[in-house]
């Protein structure tokens, strides 16, 4: 548990348990002038279940060339309490809701150089706190909450405990996260990253292409919408390359109309669609079908059922008895997992396609 392991991504056989294992990325060029080595992309990370980073490739051939090696790690453990800004207005019907997010945290101050932050994510919150002043008054049709979250940049732990908090108080949901916009000429990815999502994401593709904007069939990369459980979600964002997480990302590259034009399109989308979660919920239900989920009894967001060894996980299919030995052989799955059964539980679907979950077992 005190080693550390630098794996080669070209090595096929990864470390299975006893190493803290860090996928090395060599590449050419870095952001910042620093020591040489920064935080990898996760959404194009193979393994992206272990830790990534890229390093310089100069940097990378010294190591590589070492006899030893030996790193040192300088912790700062501070406990900080942070806030979301939350606020919810009245819809006719108080058992659904929209959830209109955006994050208001920006990724600091890197290697000396100071990063605006302005299309990540300024644009996002001016977009919604337009959509806020435009409904201030009105009765949309199902509840709006204006979540402006924090530490999206820190691993979406505003938008995690968020989550937590909605699904207990609606019965249902949908989240249309607003992440990057603002740039003149780049489409809005519109591919869903869950099945749940699909229906939403074709809804929000046409919306955009009636009001004059572009799409293209690819997904959006890691933001809030992936902390938000079990809801159907959709981003309205653009890939800023070069700009987002740069000294670039001023408020020169944006274009304040389409800032405007995105608010008034999320306004018309919301009092355009009253009935929209029970279209969200009978594609949830096609989804179970499919998985042979709709043999089993209604689940929650956030529980679990074993059966047939196979667990689900919010009456979606999620692992089998041989899936768990295979991407969890550290844990003691084949006692827990084969005499146990699951409740209780909170589950999350990382960007990267792979699984995070805190699970009671009850023997």
């Known amino acids: 548990?005190?080693?550390?392991?630098?794996?080669?991504?070209?090595?096929?056989?990864?470390?299975?348990?006893?190493?803290?294992?860090?996928?090395?990325?060599?590449?050419?060029?870095?952001?910042?002038?620093?020591?040489?080595i920064a935080d990898a992309d996760f959404s194009?990370?193979?393994?992206?279940?272990?830790?990534?980073?890229?390093?310089?490739?100069?940097?990378?051939?010294?190591?590589?060339?070492?006899?030893?090696?030996?790193?040192?790690?300088?912790?700062?453990?501070?406990?900080?309490?942070?806030?979301?800004?939350?606020?919810?207005?009245?819809?006719?019907?108080?058992?659904?809701?929209?959830?209109l997010s955006a994050h208001f945290d920006g990724a600091g101050d890197q290697a000396g150089n100071r990063l605006p932050c302005a299309l990540d994510n300024a644009s996002g919150?001016?977009?919604?706190?337009?959509?806020?002043?435009?409904?201030?008054?009105?009765?949309?049709?199902?509840?709006?909450?204006?979540?402006?979250?924090?530490?999206?940049?820190?691993?979406?732990?505003?938008?995690?405990?968020?989550?937590e908090k909605l699904t207990i108080q609606y019965e249902a949901l949908y989240n249309i996260n607003v992440d990057c916009i603002g740039l003149a000429g780049l489409p809005f990815p519109l591919q869903s990253s869950h099945e749940i999502s699909s229906v939403l994401c074709t809804k929000m593709e046409n919306c955009l292409t009636q009001n004059g904007f572009s799409t293209v069939d690819k997904q959006y990369g890691g933001s809030d919408h992936n902390a938000l459980t079990g809801i159907p979600s959709v981003v309205i964002g653009t890939v800023g390359e070069g700009i987002i997480h740069t000294a670039n990302d001023?408020?020169?590259?944006?274009?304040?109309?389409?800032?405007?034009?995105?608010?008034?399109?999320?306004?018309?989308?919301?009092?355009?669609?009253?009935?929209?979660?029970?279209?969200?919920?009978?594609?949830?239900?096609?989804?179970?079908?499919?998985?042979?989920?709709?043999?089993?009894?209604?689940?929650?967001?956030?529980?679990?059922?074993?059966k047939d060894d196979t667990m689900y996980a919010g009456s979606q299919?999620?692992?089998?008895?041989?899936?768990?030995?295979?991407?969890?052989?550290?844990?003691?799955?084949?006692?827990?997992f084969k005499a146990s059964g699951v409740h209780g539980s909170s589950f999350a679907k990382r960007a990267n396609g792979h699984h995070t979950r805190h699970c009671r077992f009850n023997p």
């Not at 109309?257 to 239900?285: K, S």
């Not at 008895?321 to 006692?335: C, G, T």
């Open 125 to 163: 919150v001016a977009a919604v706190d337009l959509v806020l002043s435009q409904m201030a008054g009105a009765e949309p049709p199902y509840d709006m909450v204006f979540a402006f979250t924090n530490a999206e940049e820190a691993g979406l732990t505003g938008a995690y405990d968020l989550s």
């Open 250 to 306: 001023s408020t020169n590259n944006i274009d304040h109309g389409i800032i405007r034009d995105v608010a008034n399109l999320i306004v018309g989308f919301i009092m355009e669609n009253p009935d929209i979660h029970i279209e969200l919920a009978e594609n949830c239900l096609t989804e179970a079908d499919e998985y042979g989920a709709a043999e089993i009894q209604a689940l929650a967001y956030n529980e679990f059922l074993l």
């Open 317 to 336: 299919q999620w692992l089998t008895y041989e899936e768990a030995l295979r991407y969890h052989p550290s844990l003691p799955l084949p006692r827990a």
């Open 1 to 36: 548990s005190s080693a550390v392991l630098l794996i080669d991504p070209t090595v096929e056989k990864l470390p299975q348990s006893g190493s803290f294992a860090i996928m090395v990325f060599p590449v050419d060029t870095l952001p910042f002038n620093s020591l040489g």
């Open 44 to 99: 194009s990370t193979p393994n992206a279940g272990l830790p990534s980073i890229n390093m310089l490739r100069s940097v990378y051939e010294r190591i590589s060339k070492a006899v030893s090696l030996e790193i040192q790690y300088n912790f700062s453990r501070a406990m900080t309490t942070l806030h979301n800004v939350v606020g919810v207005l009245p819809g006719n019907d108080r058992t659904k809701a929209v959830v």
